[in-house]
T-cell receptor, first 116, second 111 residues
């Protein structure tokens, strides 16, 4: 199966530490999205890439958060100086952007972050 | 950033019944309205989607009804089954843009 893969699936860290999540999208997909989901809420948009270009960042994304997609393939999301409020599920999704259309987003199973 | 409002927050339906979940949006530039299904521990998965040029789309037991003038759309699950128990999210997007999700509806189908 060549779905969206996220690692690690779970991360427990102490407040103030840095964490990095990796997302490997479906190989032919040119768009990659990061969302954050807290318990009982819908996914909140964080940022997205088309190939290696970061096209949009949410105002939710503080300067402690940085995302990269260096070669237009996998992506990393780094959170520096973690806070307890960062505890959430971080979801990655990929899609094939077609002209004039929002393609279907395929989600990974997420990386759950717990900040103690 | 709440541009898509979803209700109810939770829903209990008997097996064989009809589940109905509603969403309302504000941005008239939205042109794509999908519904996603999420099981515990899994990422959301696309269930069915509609564009505003049609008022209804049906796929098996799942139907989207769309009311452009009211800026509302709904998901109907006919003959609901225990396996349909999951969280359902409506979403919307502008052309080629990111998806904005509703807050979700936790559906429990009782046998």
């Amino acid at each position: 199966d060549t779905g969206v893969s996220q690692n690690p699936r779970h991360k427990i860290t102490k407040r103030g530490q840095n964490v990095t999540f990796r997302c490997d999208p479906i190989s032919e997909h040119n768009r990659l999205y990061w969302y954050r989901q807290t318990l009982g809420q819908g996914p909140e948009f964080l940022t997205y890439f088309q190939n290696e270009a970061q096209l949009e960042k949410s105002r939710l994304l503080s300067d402690r958060f940085s995302a990269e997609r260096p070669k237009g393939s996998f992506s990393t999301l780094e959170i520096q100086r973690t806070e307890q409020g960062d505890s959430a599920m971080y979801l990655c999704a990929s899609s094939l952007r077609l002209a004039g259309s929002t393609g279907e987003l395929f989600f990974g199973e997420g990386s759950r972050l717990t900040v103690l | 950033q709440q541009q898509v409002k979803q209700s109810p927050q939770s829903l209990i339906v008997q097996k064989g019944g009809i589940s109905i979940i509603n969403c309302a949006y504000e941005n008239t530039a939205f042109d794509y309205f999908p519904w996603y299904q999420q099981f515990p521990g899994k990422g959301p998965a696309l269930l069915i989607a509609i564009r505003p040029d049609v008022s209804e789309k049906k796929e098996g037991r799942f139907t989207i009804s769309f009311n452009k003038s009211a800026k509302q759309f709904s998901l109907h699950i006919m003959d609901s089954q225990p396996g349909d128990s999951a969280t359902y999210f409506c979403a919307a997007s502008r052309p080629t843009n990111k998806l904005i999700f509703g807050t979700g509806t936790l559906l429990a189908v009782q046998p």
